[in-house]
């Protein structure tokens, strides 16, 4: 390696995207993706069988771009970091197979990484290098979780809470499809809250009372409760406000989430807050962030939504970390772990 940053390459495959990035450090160099969400839009969720083949078709020409666009050689690379878990177990396979074939045949590292270290670590090509302590709200279509990180890409995570039911992403989802909106939701959600009244109708706040657990999230009660409201109007041939339905459910899980995050960052006596994961991406949730955390004196750090769904960037952005921080590169025969767990950042 030489004595600049460590020059990474990252490859991501754990859902319906294909996604190759390349960093030098904690600077950008190219986030090559495919998604194959428009082969599973007709199912309403990711069919695994037909996305680990979209990964297959998807994989040599996306890693040729990313390439192409960091203008680089393959053998320029100082490491090769992939997504080992948690994730859809065929999917998951293919970008570790390929990982490790390029690591072996440039005879470079491996580092196996967690996906959901990897949401947070992509902070860090958004606003650069953290050297303290911060609270990560890491949301996406499977996992809602608050954790306590001592150092980005560093061990030692702990989890101070995570959803009991529904993940804050899979709440988007379902309730899109209650709407009549398209698979994934949270982007047509987001869109249509735009036009309505947040205040419109009270959802419940899950798992927000005195002597709930203050870092637990629930989120199948509020779907459930947007269910019920929803079939209720239709019931009585009344139409349905789907601009406000859509504003007062994402009011609900924006103030949740965002209250959670900034009480865990006060209470571990934590100046920085980072946002992650697809649901990151969501205008009301960031607004609402933004706001408490300034009221809290609590500096927020969110990526831009191109980079809170899963790309290879984020990929790539944690095995940089971990190569500049001498972390023990993988063996070449670990294993696709599809329940990885969220404290185990590299296998
Ligand atoms: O992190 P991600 O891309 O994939 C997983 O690791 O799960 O997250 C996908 C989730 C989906 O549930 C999607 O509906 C949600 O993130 N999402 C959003 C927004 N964009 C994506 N949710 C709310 N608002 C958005 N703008
Ligand atoms: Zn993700």
């Known amino acids: 390696m030489s ?6 390459i990252g490859i991501e495959t754990s859902c319906d995207e294909t996604g190759v990035g390349i960093v030098r450090g904690t600077t950008l160099l190219a986030d090559a993706i495919a998604s194959s969400v428009d082969e599973h839009a007709r199912f309403g969720g990711v069919v695994p069988e037909v996305a680990s083949r979209a990964h297959l078709q998807a994989m040599v020409p996306t890693i040729s771009r990313a390439l192409s666009t960091a203008g680089i050689a393959p053998a320029d690379v100082d490491a090769v970091a992939v997504t080992a878990g948690p994730g859809l177990a065929g999917a998951l396979l293919v970008g570790v197979a390929a990982a490790k074939a390029y690591a072996l045949a440039l005879g470079k590292p491996l580092y196996g990484v967690n996906h959901l270290s990897a949401h947070v670590a992509v902070d860090l090509l ?21 954790l306590l990180v001592p150092r980005v890409g560093g061990a030692d995570v702990t989890e101070l809470g995570a959803t009991v039911d529904d993940a804050a992403g899979e709440a988007f ?6 709407l009549g909106l398209p698979f994934p939701g949270g982007p047509p959600i987001d869109r249509l809250a735009g036009e309505g009244d947040a205040g419109a ?20 009660g509020l779907k459930t409760a947007v269910a019920r409201w929803v079939e209720a109007r239709r019931r009585a041939g009344e139409p349905v406000p789907a601009a406000d339905v859509a504003a007062s459910f994402q009011e609900a899980v924006a103030d949740v989430l965002s209250a959670k995050a900034v009480r865990a960052a006060r209470e571990h006596g934590v100046g920085h807050l980072i946002v992650g994961g697809g649901v990151a991406a969501n205008s009301r949730l960031r607004a609402l962030a933004e706001q408490r955390c300034a009221a809290a004196g609590i500096r927020l750090r969110i990526p831009r939504p191109g980079l809170c769904t899963d790309n290879g960037a984020m990929v790539a952005a ?3 970390q971990l190569v500049a921080h001498g972390a023990t590169p993988s063996k070449l ?10 404290t185990a950042v590299l296998v």
């Open 201 to 220: 109708i009270a959802f419940p706040r899950g798992l927000s009372g005195a002597r709930d657990p203050a870092f637990a999230f629930s989120f199948s």
């Open 173 to 178: 989802d379902k309730v899109a499809r209650l």
């Open 126 to 146: 958004e606003h650069g290098p953290l050297d303290e302590p911060c609270i990560a709200l890491l949301v996406s279509g499977g996992h809602s979780s608050l």
């Open 318 to 320: 944690l095995g940089a």
């Open 333 to 342: 025969d670990i294993p696709a772990d599809s329940t990885l767990p969220i």
């Open 3 to 8: 004595s600049e940053q460590p020059l990474v």
